[in-house]
């Protein structure tokens, strides 16, 4: 179960390489211009495993851990938190999202529309984790990154 979970992300990896080198049109595009973006693909979202830092929330001084998850997004997609922080996680879109770390046994919560998630700190060490939902990470890209230090 896991093995296969695995080979997913690393499927979803590469396909969102693959697909931010794409130019999705083939026909006579002239090579040295710069070409706009497409209109429903925004560029930003290409290397999911590594944001740059001065794009993750640095909730660190938080009581806990807030995600939120709409459809298909967790919001903040980059966290850094503490190793003792706890976690509360809400569900504003209208399908079920789960907060899934493949790296890390264990974690792997489901979080219906309306009824949110408190749970208890991560238990996670020091380090960079990738989380995503189950149920869209592969078909909507719906995935995140945790960074988690040392509590002060
Ligand atoms: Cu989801």
Redesign the pocket.
């Known amino acids: 179960m896991r093995k296969t979970v695995l080979a997913l992300a690393a499927a979803l990896t590469l396909v969102g390489v693959a697909c931010g080198n794409q130019g999705s049109s083939q026909p006579s595009t002239p090579p040295a211009t710069t070409q706009p973006p497409a209109t429903t693909s925004p560029p930003a979202t290409s290397p999911p495993a590594s944001p740059t830092a001065a794009a993750c929330i640095d909730q660190t001084a938080q009581p806990q851990i807030t995600l939120t ?1 709409v459809d ?1 997004a967790f919001q903040p997609n980059c966290i850094k938190a503490t190793t003792q922080q706890t976690i509360s996680i809400t569900n504003n879109g209208k ?1 079920v ?2 907060f899934t770390i493949p790296s890390a046994p264990g974690i792997d919560v489901t979080v219906a529309p309306g009824t949110p998630f408190n749970g208890e700190a991560l238990g996670l060490a020091p380090g960079t984790y990738q989380f995503i ?1 189950r ?2 990470f592969q078909s909507q890209g ?1 995935v995140g990154q945790l960074q988690i230090v040392a509590a002060a």
Do not use: D, L, P, R
């Open positions: 998850m298909f399908a999202h789960t939902c149920f869209h719906m």
